[in-house]
Every structure is written in structure tokens, then in C-alpha cells.
């Protein structure tokens, strides 16, 4: 009995820990000894930065630079409601329009460049119950086959996010212009993935969308432990196919904001490209004002960063 209790609470085996292990071993793609050289430098200034207490400065100052942009959309009288926080609201120039109407959605369209490569996301709140519709319509439109999800539906008795998928693999989830159905799912010790079909009712065209729902995240302050943080953003890396990445925690700046600078530096690490934290949080706060709320997320952003490069080091 004990068994078939545990085999119903993880669903099937979608990928395993020796893959998520193996995951996890961020390295170049190629290697040399001038690669051997850099990471060496690289690790050496960064822990200079944490030394110094620099990483603390370098936060404070992306605080004081002045953002252009304009929040319009978002403080219309009709799309207020659409807001999660009155706060937290998109750039007009940045925010990703819905159909033809180019309708509302607190959501932002966030490219880093880096190297000369551009890596895309699609930065988010938590859907609310009556902005589900719109938030699947949003992930169809833009052909994206992964959604990235680093909150839980509550936290410390607060509602973060609507819960906006099925929860029975017998039961889809029935919306406005589709149908969601669950395929199958895996609970990990850090995160959730979900398969799900979304069948657009006008068409029959299917999609299939991988769900990625990080669950480790503590109410306040940051993970413990970064292992099961730099497992998930691999393991979403390596589902990625199509589209833009569908990036939301609560607000979708915050948490949201360290997955994205964090898969930013372990795409560079692999391509032995260099990388800049501080460069990387200013583009995104270009597009999506706030990104990354807090210095200790900011400082779990170098930490995450160490971690990996001292064992790229040991590696080595």
C-alpha cells in the first residue's frame, strides 16, 4: 500500500536525479586552458565583490538609475483590476499585447544580450482567476512550450498565484477558448513538472506545454541551499524549444528576475562567453521595472554564480 501511495503522489518518472546531477555540472561546451584561466579570474573577482561587501554597493546603484518608460496600459480604469499589485505594473513599450485588440496582461517582454546573444522571456505576474483566460492566450500567441513557475500558490497564509492549471489527469481544466488537459506529472524534492495538452476549442490545434513549478522557496529571504535552484534552471533550459521562456513567481520581478540572470550567466558559462550580474539585472529592469526586488536576491543571484564556478574549478 505504501508503494502505490508513493507512486500516486509523484506521478510518472519524467527525468531522473542522475539527470538532474548531471544537469547541474554547468561547463563549457569547449574547453581550453585560457577557458581554465578565466573561470579562475572570474570566480577570483566575484568572491572579491562578496568579500568587499561590493555586491551590496552594486545593488544600491542599479537602484539609483533612472528608468525611462511609461505605465499607461496598466492604469487604465478597465485593466486595473488585472494588476495583481497596483505597483507592479508593465512598460507600455515592453508589455506583450493580447490578439488583434493588442488587449492588456500584466506581462513583459524581456530580451538580454550578451555576447552578441540574445536570450528571450517573457517576464510575468501570477495569474489571477479572472486573468487565467488571458494568460493561456498569451502563452499560445507566443508559441511558448515552457512555463516557469517559482512560487507556490500560498505562502505564510497569502494567496501568490491563482491556480491555473488541472489538477486530475481525468478532469481538464475547461477556459474560454481551450481545454487543458494534464498528461502526466513528477513531484521532485524542489520542483514540479507538469506535461500538459492545451486544445484550442476553434481549431483542435494541440500544445504541448511544459509546466516547471519550483517549490523550495521560502516565504521570506532566499533558498538555503542553491543545488536544487541551479537543478531547476538547467532542467528548464534544457525543455526549452519554442518561444519565449513564461517566467512569473507573484509580482514577476522578483524571483522572476534571479531565474532569469541566473540562466543568462549559465548559458555564457557554457559558451565560454563573459558575463556581467550587474549588466544583466539593468537590461531586465529596462524592460520590467524592479527586476530582482531585493539585495538578498540580488546576492543569491553571486552565490548561485560561486557556487557553480568553484565546482567547474574542482572539475577542472
Not at 507592479?88 to 513583459?108: C, E, F, H, Q, W
Not at 499560445?140 to 497564509?157: A, F, H, Q
Request: aromatic share 12%; net charge positive; hydrophobic share 35%.
Amino acid at each position: 500500500m505504501r508503494i502505490f501511495l508513493k507512486t500516486l503522489k509523484t506521478g510518472v518518472k519524467i527525468v531522473s536525479e542522475m539527470e538532474l546531477a548531471e544537469l547541474a555540472q554547468v561547463r563549457p561546451l569547449v574547453s581550453s586552458f585560457d577557458e581554465q584561466s578565466t573561470i579562475k579570474e572570474t570566480f577570483k573577482m566575484l568572491e572579491e565583490k562578496r568579500a568587499d561587501n561590493e555586491i551590496t554597493q552594486e545593488f544600491m546603484a542599479l537602484e539609483f538609475k533612472n528608468l525611462p518608460g511609461e505605465f499607461n496600459s496598466g492604469s487604465e480604469p478597465r485593466n486595473r483590476d488585472k494588476n495583481r499589485y497596483r505597483d507592479v505594473l508593465p512598460y507600455d513599450s515592453t508589455r506583450v499585447p493580447l490578439g488583434k485588440n493588442m488587449d492588456y496582461i500584466n506581462a513583459s517582454y524581456i530580451r538580454i544580450i550578451n555576447s552578441g546573444e540574445e536570450y528571450f522571456y517573457i517576464g510575468t505576474q501570477g495569474p489571477l482567476p479572472d486573468t487565467t483566460d488571458d494568460f493561456w492566450q498569451m502563452v499560445l500567441e507566443n508559441n511558448s512550450n515552457v512555463i516557469v513557475m517559482i512560487t507556490r500558490e500560498l505562502e505564510d497564509g497569502v494567496i501568490k498565484c491563482h491556480r491555473y492549471w488541472p489538477i486530475s489527469m481525468k478532469k481538464p481544466l475547461e477556459l474560454k477558448n481551450c481545454h487543458i488537459f494534464l498528461e502526466s506529472y513528477q513531484i521532485l524534492q524542489y520542483f514540479v513538472i507538469r506535461i500538459f495538452q492545451v486544445v484550442r476549442k476553434s481549431t483542435g490545434a494541440r500544445h504541448a506545454i511544459k509546466h516547471l513549478q519550483f517549490t523550495n522557496w521560502p516565504d521570506h529571504g532566499t533558498p538555503a541551499s542553491v543545488d536544487g535552484f541551479i537543478k531547476y534552471v538547467r532542467y528548464v533550459r534544457k525543455s526549452h524549444l519554442t518561444g519565449p521562456l513564461v517566467v512569473h513567481c507573484s509580482a514577476g520581478v522578483g524571483r522572476t528576475g534571479v531565474f532569469i540572470c541566473v540562466d543568462v550567466v549559465f548559458c555564457a558559462i557554457e559558451k565560454n562567453f563573459s558575463f556581467n550580474i550587474s549588466d544583466i539585472v539593468a537590461q531586465m529592469r529596462q524592460q520590467r521595472c524592479g527586476m530582482i526586488q531585493t539585495k538578498e536576491q540580488y546576492y543569491f543571484c553571486y552565490k548561485i554564480v560561486l557556487e557553480v564556478l568553484q565546482k567547474l574549478m574542482t572539475f577542472k
